[in-house]
């Protein structure tokens, strides 16, 4: 099992909803990361997870709060977001944080805030 | 921080026609990416390079980091359609491990 698989793949959610996103993966990785993409921009690194914790966080509004419950779970916990955040999320994973190699990446999950 | 320019931008080539994107960094690449990705999809890894001079290939596509490992190529050779898509370089910013900055894009047309 190769995959890292995200839900769900739409969302689109109120101003004042709480909503979130997950992301899961059984390849034993233990690093794992959420990027941002807006449209036909690049992905930008948001967090990055280390053997369950938070080593990376770049500078991302409080609004956005992530959580890895275990090694194959990770989540992006969504509240009071603002239109701009509508974006498409990726979720990625690989051995190790500070190993080379493969960053798998998931299909990405479509936000939009109205 | 590091900055990854790709060119080009974009690119419209006739199926069966070779191409090649360059992607060039304002510091030295500990570690640079390819990766494809379709509009609205999730990226696909194609190539991880770290050595300066490797080359590595697979099916039609090859890549390349340069000796001083500040610039990168991806070559495709006789494209066809199902090489359309937007290529990403990406690089290690800290230069340890896989938290990647990455390139504007390349956007690739293969017209049959």
């Known amino acids: 099992d190769t995959e890292v698989t995200q839900t769900p793949k739409h969302l689109v959610m109120g101003m004042t909803n709480k909503k979130s996103l997950k992301c899961e993966q059984h390849?034993?990785?233990?690093?794992m990361y959420w990027y941002k993409q807006k449209a036909k921009k690049p992905p930008e690194l948001m967090f990055v997870y280390s053997y369950e914790k938070l080593s990376i966080n770049e500078s991302v509004p409080s609004r956005f709060s992530p959580e890895c419950p275990n090694s194959s779970l990770l989540n992006l916990h969504l509240h009071a977001l603002q239109p701009e955040d509508s974006a498409l999320y990726l979720c990625?994973?690989?051995?190790?944080?500070?190993?080379?190699?493969?960053?798998?990446f998931g299909e990405g999950s479509r936000l939009t805030v109205l | 921080s590091q900055e990854l320019e790709q060119s080009p931008q974009s690119l419209i080539v006739q199926e069966g026609k070779n191409l090649t994107i360059n992607c060039t960094s304002s510091k030295t690449l500990y570690g640079l990416y390819w990766y494809k990705q379709k509009y609205g999809e999730g990226l696909i890894f194609l190539m991880m390079?770290?050595?300066?001079?490797e080359e590595k290939s697979h099916e039609k596509i090859t890549a390349k980091l340069d000796e001083k490992k500040q610039q990168s190529s991806l070559h495709i050779t006789a494209s066809q359609p199902s090489h359309a898509g937007i290529y990403l370089c990406g690089a290690d910013v800290f230069g340890a491990g896989n938290m990647l900055t990455f390139g504007g894009g390349t956007r690739l047309m293969v017209k049959p």
């Open positions: 390079l770290q050595k300066g001079g």
């Open positions: 990625a994973s690989s051995q190790g944080q500070g190993v080379y190699g493969e960053l798998f």
């Open positions: 390849m034993g990785h233990r690093a």
